[in-house]
């Protein structure tokens, strides 16, 4: 893929509309980008996508933004035709099949733009917690287990956090950013901007979501995970089907590793 990289970064006016959104999404789906060339093979593509703002179908030109959004490059040529009134007005009332599909890629580019736009905050301003329930059953039964074993205590962690960018978070811990011990998850005891609480987030992911035979998570998560260090977390992925295959001793050493490692 670094070669093929080359070859568009050397020739980037030989692309057509085709083969930009199509190296746009196989790029982005897999979460790659050659390395040490990543800002010149992003910027050519961009510049060859420019070419084409004219003339370029509205659903298309969502699609080639928001997967240049994945890999953490806002095109702002792109973003600018993307963001007028006619075009948004037509991406959103435009009777389609995928519905859902378009909804779900500009809440990504509008999270993009938030966290990462010219104008955001350094660090981001956090977008904390929107929903949870006390009584709510985590859909990762095991890990639920582990932390209970590891932590002591059921209100040292939350399960199935939503926060209000969007992101679902598997499971929350707070931790003490002194002394580095899991204080506890109550709503009250969560001021955003309290730096002496480092946030933890558990993310708990399927094989789908790494690329093949690998433990390198694909373009979704890997923007979820950038996004959410943005935020202040400190993320823990754990591959939840080999995470199932250990023993609870095991499984309890690895998230006290991951959990508690100095960033």
Same mark, same amino acid.
């Given at each position: ?14 692309? $057509? #509309? ?7 999404? $196989? ?29 370029? &179908? ?18 702002? &040529? ?13 991406? $959103? ?65 939350? &399960? ?56 390198? &998570?694909?373009?979704?998560?890997? #923007?979820?995970?950038?996004? +959410? ?16 295959? +250990? ?17």
């Amino acid at each position: 893929m670094d070669a093929f990289a080359e070859k568009v970064i050397s020739h980037p006016d030989s692309l $057509t #509309m085709k083969d930009i959104l199509a190296i746009l999404r $196989t790029y982005s789906l897999l979460n790659h980008i050659p390395e040490g060339q990543d800002q010149q093979f992003l910027q050519a593509l961009n510049e060859a996508l420019n070419n084409y703002l004219p003339r370029i &179908p509205h659903a298309d030109l969502l699609r080639a933004v928001y997967s240049f959004c994945i890999l953490g490059y806002l095109p702002q &040529p792109a973003l600018d035709r993307l963001l007028q009134e006619d075009v948004l007005h037509e991406l $959103t009332t435009a009777e389609r099949q995928n519905v859902e599909q378009t909804e779900m890629m500009l809440r990504a580019v509008n999270v993009c733009l938030a966290l990462e736009g010219p104008s955001a905050p350094k660090p981001a301003v956090p977008l904390f917690a929107e929903k949870w329930s006390s009584h709510h059953v985590s859909h990762f039964p095991e890990m639920q287990e582990r932390l209970l074993a590891l932590l002591g205590d059921a209100s040292l962690f939350r &399960p199935s956090v939503k926060l209000t960018c969007g992101y679902n978070i598997d499971f929350q811990i707070l931790m003490d950013a002194d002394t580095r011990e899991a204080v506890p998850s109550s709503e009250a005891d969560q001021p955003e901007d309290d730096s002496r609480i480092q946030r933890v987030a558990v993310l708990c992911a399927p094989t789908s979501a790494f690329c093949f035979d690998s433990r390198h &998570p694909r373009g979704r998560l890997a #923007m979820k995970m950038r996004h +959410l260090r943005r935020m202040g977390f400190h993320v823990v992925l754990v591959h939840y089907p080999e995470f199932q295959k +250990l023993k609870q001793d095991e499984a309890v050493q690895l998230l006290k590793r991951e959990i508690f490692s100095s960033q």
